[in-house]
């Protein structure tokens, strides 16, 4: 899962210290400390980005 720090949250990765940023940072959403971030909303799934150039019908 992918993940970005929402407006005027500053979160850091508890593994490497590394600030989450608009990058994003992939994430395993069963971990207790970043399921419990989401859960508070300090962080948000990053939105999806289109992969197919086909338009949706």
Known sequence: MQIVSVPGRIVRDPATRRVVDDAGLTIDPFDP???RLL???DV???PVAATSKEPAL
């Open 33 to 35: 400390a970043w399921a």
């Open 39 to 41: 859960a508070d909303g």
């Open 44 to 46: 948000a799934a990053a």
